[in-house]
C-alpha cells in the first residue's frame, strides 16, 4: 500500500496560534543560554549520545517539534538565527529572543499588517543608527574583553583568543582545530585567506563543519580552464599513485568538477578546487602570489604550456587547506623570501600611490602576502567538554572578529535598552519595534535570577550580573560586536514581519490508504 501525501489548512487566529506556540517553545529552549548566567542545555543527538553546550544555534538546530505547523514556526525562527550565524558569527540566541518579542509585542496590538511591517522596518533603521552612532573602536585589552564575554566569561580563553587575534594583527586570520592535549594554546603560522569558497559542497572532509580540509596537499595553479579531464589526467595518477591529496586553483568545466567529486567521494583521491581569482588587473598578480605563497608554477596554455606535460615539479605544497562556503585559508610551513621582497615593493608603491582604485588593491595585496594565521588548539578531558569547548570558542573568534571589523558597543542588552528609551516612536508600530528590543535585557536578567530589578538611569549603565552592581558596561568589558547585535535585529525583524503577514498555514498530512 502506497501513501498519499494530502494537505491541512489553518486559517486567521488558529493559524497564528499554533505558529507561535511552536516558536515559543524553541524561544524558551534557546533563551536560557543567554547571557553571562546562561545556563547549559543537554540534548540528545541522532544516535542517543548526550551533548552539553551553551550555543544557541547548536540548540535550534537541535529542535524538531511533533506539530507540523508549530514546528514550521520554530523553522522560520531557525531562519532569523542561521542568516545571523552566517552575518557575523553569533547572536543567534539573541536574534531568537527579539523575534519572540517582536511577535508577542506586536499580537498584543490591533495594527494590520502592512502598517506593522512600515513601523517596524522604520523603527529598525532608526535603532541601527543609534547604534553605530554611539559604537567605538576596539583597541587594545577590550578584544580579550569580547572574546572572554562570547566564551562565555571563560577568562582563561578570552586571553588566549584575544592573544591569537593580536598575534596575526587586522590583516591575519584565526581558526580553531582540536587539540591532541588536554590543554588549550594557540599556534601562529604563515598563510594567506584566499577570497574564493569551496567550488562543490562534494568535496567536503567535515559534514558538520560544512569544511573541506586538506593536511599537506600538492597544489596546482591553473590560469587557463581545464575543459577535459583528460588534461589533468597525469596530475591525477601522481597523487594518486604517491597517496597524496591535491589542491585544485583554477576554473574547471562542470564536467571534470562532476568526475573529480565523483571520484573523492569514491576515496579514489582526496582533492578540493576553488576557482581563480576573478578577471580584472589583479588576476595575474594574485595568482602569481597564490604560486610563489606555495611554489607551484601557474599554467597557462595560451602562453604556451601543456598540460599534459605538467609533472611534480610544476606542483606546488602548502601544510594545510580549509575550504569553507566562503573563503578558503592556506597555511605554510615557511613564507618564500620571493614573498618578501613583493611585499617591501608593494609597501613602497601604497607609500606613493595616490589613485584610490590602485591604493586600494595595493592595500588588498599586502594584506593577502603579509598574513598570519593563527591557530587556536582547543584541549579538553573528555569528548563532551571539548564539543561544549568548540562552541564557545567557535563563537567567541567569530565574535571578535566581528567586534574589530565594525566596534563594539555596550553589552548586556544595555545598548538596546538605550535606543529603546532615546528613540521617539512615531507610530504605533514603531513603538512594537522599541518595546520589543529591551527584551535580551530582561531574558539575561532572567537566566540571572533577578527578578526584581529596576531600569538603569545612566545611559551605557547597566547590572553586571556577576557582581550585581550597576556599572559602565563598556568600561567593565560587559560588551558586545556592532555587527552581531544589527544583524541579530535586522534578521529577527524580517522573519517576524514575515510571519505577521501571514494568514494562512498549509502543511503536509501522511494519510495511510487503508486506515481512510
Known sequence: MSDKLVKNLNFGSDAKDKIFKG????????????????KCVILEDESGKPIITKDGVTVANSIVLYDAVENMGATLLKEAARKTVEEAGDGTTTATVLAQAILTEASSKNINSRELKQGINSAVKKVIKHLEDNSIEVTGDMIDQVATISSNNDTELGKLIG?????????????????????????VVD????????????????????????HNPLVLVLESQVDSIRKIQGVLEHAIKNNESLFIIGDVDPSVLAAL???????????????????????????????????????????????????????????????????????????????????????????????????????????LLAAKVAIVKVGASSEI????????????ICATKAAIKEGIVSGGGIALLNASSSIKAESEAEQVLLDAIKAPFKTILDNAGILDYTLPKVKGEGLDVVTGNMVNMINSGIIDPLLVTKSALINAASVATTILSTDCIINNIRMHEGNR
Request: net charge neutral; aromatic share 4%.
Open 385 to 396: 567538554e571539548l564539543k561544549e569547548k568548540k562552541d564557545r570558542v567557535e563563537d567567541a
Open 261 to 367: 567529486a565523483m571520484n573523492k567521494m569514491k576515496g579514489n583521491i582526496k582533492v578540493c578546487i576553488v576557482d581563480a581569482p576573478t578577471y580584472g588587473f589583479t588576476k595575474k598578480e594574485k595568482l602569481n602570489d597564490l604560486a610563489m605563497m606555495t611554489g607551484a608554477t601557474v599554467i597557462n596554455e595560451d602562453l604556451g604550456d601543456d598540460m599534459d606535460l605538467i609533472e611534480s615539479i610544476h606542483l606546488g605544497r602548502c601544510k594545510k587547506v580549509v575550504s569553507t562556503k566562503f573563503d578558503t585559508v592556506i597555511q605554510i610551513e615557511k613564507t618564500p623570501d620571493k614573498i618578501k621582497d613583493i611585499i617591501q615593493e608593494v609597501q613602497q608603491k601604497l607609500a606613493v600611490e595616490k589613485i584610490a582604485g590602485f591604493k586600494m588593491a595595493h592595500e588588498k595585496r599586502l594584506a
Open 163 to 187: 592573544g591569537a587575534f593580536k598575534s596575526v594583527a587586522k590583516t591575519g586570520i584565526v581558526m580553531m582545530e582540536e587539540s591532541k592535549d588536554i590543554v588549550s594554546s594557540v599556534e
Open 191 to 214: 598563510g594567506m585567506q584566499y577570497d574564493k569558497p569551496l567550488k562543490s559542497l562534494h568535496f567536503v572532509t567535515d559534514q558538520a563543519a560544512g569544511i573541506a580540509e586538506l
Open 23 to 38: 516558536i515559543n517553545k524553541l524561544t524558551k529552549a534557546v533563551s536560557s543560554t543567554l547571557g553571562a548566567s546562561g
